[in-house]
């Protein structure tokens, strides 16, 4: 059980980088003005979705089977239902990212840099969230 563990986290990190880094690129993708930077930016964007989204497949498919095998004990835990609808958000957050490479790709975007400087901090304060409640498991 500590292997899926181990590579649950490891799987979740690299969905992370993504999460985290995906945004950053929304901010200057929005600033850029020339054609061949928003070719780049577009090619950038596609390649690290593709990426984070492996991770994410595996941290959620390794975490669902490290939910099953540990259901009996956390089941009744307020912690591992509040965990698991921050990673619904993430879920959402990532959908939300392929419709915003969507937008770059057809020239529709309609937000600032500043907006996507405000998305860039969502993922992290979730991030902040599922780890205390991970590792410290508070009771209500």
Not at 11 to 28: D, E, I, M
Request: charged letters at 15%.
């Amino acid at each position: 059980m500590l292997w899926i563990k181990a590579f649950h986290i490891i799987f979740a990190v690299s969905w992370y980088a993504g999460l985290l880094y995906l945004p950053r690129l929304f901010v200057y993708h929005a600033d850029c003005a020339d054609e061949p930077g928003k070719q780049r930016f577009q090619l950038m964007e596609r390649r690290l979705f593709n990426i984070m989204t492996i991770g994410g497949t595996g941290a959620i498919l390794l975490g669902l089977w490290l939910l099953h095998t540990t259901w009996a004990t956390w089941s009744t835990s307020g912690w591992l239902h509040t965990k698991l609808a921050l990673v619904a958000v993430l879920i959402a957050f990532h959908g939300w990212c392929a419709l915003i490479i969507r937008t770059f790709r057809a020239e529709t975007n309609r937000h600032s840099a500043r907006f996507f400087r405000l998305m860039n901090e969502l993922p992290a304060l979730i991030l902040v969230g599922i780890v205390i409640l991970a590792v410290v498991k508070p009771s209500a």
